[in-house]
Every structure is written in C-alpha cells, then in structure tokens.
C-alpha cells in the first residue's frame, strides 16, 4: 500500500532507477536528505559535478552559503530537507529536459507528500517554475508566498546567486529573514493559488 512507504523505499526507488538517460552519465543519484518530519522542504533543480561525486545535494560555496542563509531563518541544515526536481546530473550542468522532469517528478511528489512540510522553499528559476507550473521568473517571484495544492510555496533566489552576483546577496538575506517570520508564526501567511506538487 502506498501508505505504508517511507522515505527509505523511495530512496531505494531512486538509487535503482533507469526511468530515463541520465542514469547512464551519473556517479550517483542525489535522492536528498535531512529530517524526514521537516518542517521546511527546500527544492533545488538538480544534482551539479559536485553532488554527482558525493551523491549529496548542496555541498561546495553554494552549499556553505545556503547553511548560513538558513541561519538567518533560525534554522540548521539538520533541521530541513533539501532535495532537487532531477536526482541525477544533466551533462554540463545543462537544463532538465522535459522527459526527464516526467520520468523524475513522481519521487519529488512523494517525497513531500511523506515529508508533509509546512513550506516548500524553491530555489532559482527552474525548481520554481516546476513547482508553481508558472512561466514567470524568480526576480518576480521571490519573497512571496503561494500556495500549490495544499502546500504553502515560498521561492528564493538560489545560493549560488549570491555568488556570482554580490548584489543579490541581500535579497537572499531578507527572504530568509522573511522565512524565520513565516515559520515562527506557524507557516500561516496569505498565499496566492496555483496549481502545483500534490
């Protein structure tokens, strides 16, 4: 019964999978991880040369600046979970094609609806379109709350934006500022709807 999954067994799905091609490029997949019962669900795009050697999301600068941002939000990594639309990396860190977000999406939809996060925190243009099915960029988005389905969806410029320009840096800052306020008033904010994770 699907009811009676865990994390685990979608781990195992994951490492296991060959739903599409970039299991043949991949060193490992990057399934995610952190606290299973988190209140915060953080979503990147997918796994970089980095992730793919260690089979760990957010690990390098990106991964440094994305603790200390949390931080801001009175929050620890241990505290979240963080995983990506795609589990394995594009060649060249190009963008996720379309068979691959249908092949790769079905775990990320069970993964919330087993973690059952308070707020999805989105990171940079991609993971966010996905999650709010919207065309619109982050520099439009960013800092506000929507709702997809029954999640609250709160997106953010991603981590290593702060690193290849300065000036985004405090923007990042203050949404995860804006973040620490959401989660201390319990996750109820006004959101906007959109379709979106289920």
Known sequence: MADSRTL???????AACRRCPLCDGRTNTVFGNGDPQA???VVGEAPGKN????????????????????????????????ANVLKC?????????PDEIAACAPFLREQ????????????GNFATKFILKTERGI????????MAGR??????????AAI????????????????????RAGGATEGTEHEGVR
């Open 89 to 97: 990396r594009p060649p060249d860190n190009r963008d996720p094609r």
């Open 164 to 183: 290849y320009d300065r000036t985004k840096r405090p923007l990042i800052e203050e949404d995860f500022a804006r973040l620490g306020e959401i989660l």
């Open 8 to 14: 685990d067994d979608v781990r195992a799905d994951v």
């Open 139 to 146: 520099t439009s988005l960013h800092g506000q709350t929507f």
């Open 51 to 82: 992730e793919d050697k260690q089979g760990e999301p957010f690990v390098g600068a990106a991964g440094r600046n994305l603790s200390e941002f949390l931080e801001i939000a009175g929050l620890k990594r241990e505290q979240i979970f963080i």
């Open 151 to 160: 999640f609250k969806v709160f997106p953010m410029f991603h981590p290593a």
């Open 39 to 41: 209140r915060v669900l």
């Open 112 to 123: 919330t609806r087993l973690i059952n996060p308070d707020v999805i925190v989105t990171l």
